[in-house]
């Protein structure tokens, strides 16, 4: 018998997060038509730790030694939670660092020696539509998505999907905690060769690390509660009052804030001051948070892909 608990983790540019679900039926929705059971993903354990790869690449193109002992530990620590719930890890993604550094078979093998399954490195998109399938099962088509982490940002409606090779460690490390008039002309060229078409004015689920640091901010919750994160709205001007609030505040008291420890204080404005140039691409005035994200994707079995569209005969052979 399959054990219940699934994990998965993933380990990205800024932090690693582990997660332990159960697949469960979801709620019925209101409808006259009856409809078969559907069954979702439910978290029951998910635990972040910060990693910091992105730094690395940064600064020297690849994971240094001290850095791959402190995600050694990060994965012991994971391996353990495992056991002690009994919960199987089916996956281990890596994304942009790993994509980046020089030297990813040594970084692999070092986490497969902690958690006993080979990590795999995935593109950004694959991260992408992998992050929209997590937040299509919980709210439905339609949407689109924008995943922003510390090395990379994955945007997708379903259709399309790609990714960009900025986040908000990346850009903190170029613009320090908070960008000046050079982000203006970051935000030039890295739009020139952009096309969001397909995307604009639609309904739009913020995932990832900024996100949850957002939605904790905005509420004043000190402890993460997915169930009080999940779905909630902002405004652009919410979003512009948090910034304002935070950026306001010295170092130290940044690092006070809900949802702002470990590090998270030091990149947030960066990745706020990103998410508010793509909501304005995207043109919308509103946006939604989501707890979803790539490491509940990997745990979903695989879509089967669209049949391609037939293509039209021209007119001059039509009978």
């Known amino acids: 018998m399959e054990n219940k608990l699934q994990a998965t983790i993933d380990i990205g540019s800024h932090s690693c997060i582990l997660l332990i679900a159960a697949f469960e039926v979801a709620p019925a929705a209101s409808s006259d038509t009856p409809v078969a059971p559907r069954k979702i993903l439910v978290p029951k354990l998910q635990k972040v730790e910060v990693c910091r790869l992105g730094e690395d690449i940064y600064e020297h193109g690849k994971i240094t030694p001290e850095r791959i002992q402190e995600l050694v530990n990060i994965m012991t620590k994971f391996r353990m939670d495992l056991h002690a719930l009994g919960a199987d890890l089916k996956a281990v993604a890596m994304t942009e660092a ?4 020089e030297n990813p078979d040594e970084v692999i093998e070092a986490v497969e020696k902690a958690v006993w399954v080979k990590p795999r490195v995935i593109t950004g998109e694959e991260e992408g539509k992998l992050t929209y399938r997590s937040v299509k099962e919980w709210h439905g088509e339609g949407n689109v998505t924008i995943d922003i982490g510390g090395g990379s940002t994955e945007l997708s409606n379903g259709e399309t999907t790609f990714s960009i090779p900025v986040g908000a460690l990346k850009m903190f490390k170029a613009m320090g905690p908070i960008p000046g008039p050079e982000y203006k002309k970051f935000i030039k060229e890295t739009f020139k060769d ?3 078409k397909g995307m604009t004015k639609k309904p739009v689920y913020l995932i990832g690390g900024t996100g949850t640091a957002l939605a ?16 909630l709205e902002m405004s652009l001007a919410d979003l512009e009052a948090v910034t304002t609030r935070i950026t306001n505040l010295s170092k130290e008291l940044r690092a006070m804030l ?7 204080h030091e990149v947030i404005i960066c990745g706020l001051f990103w998410l508010r140039s793509l909501l304005e691409k995207l043109r919308v005035e509103t946006f939604k948070i989501s707890t979803a994200g790539l490491r509940f994707g990997l745990l979903y079995p695989p879509e089967k892909e669209p049949e391609p569209k037939p293509k039209k005969r021209p007119a001059f052979l039509k009978s």
Not at 98 to 101: L, N, Q, S
Not at 222 to 231: N, R
Not at 258 to 264: F, I, M
């Open 194 to 196: 952009l096309s969001f």
């Open 98 to 101: 790993m994509r980046k550094a």
């Open 216 to 231: 904790m901010v905005f509420l004043n919750s000190q402890t993460f509660d997915y169930k009080a994160i999940e779905g």
């Open 258 to 264: 809900p949802g702002l420890g470990n590090g998270r």
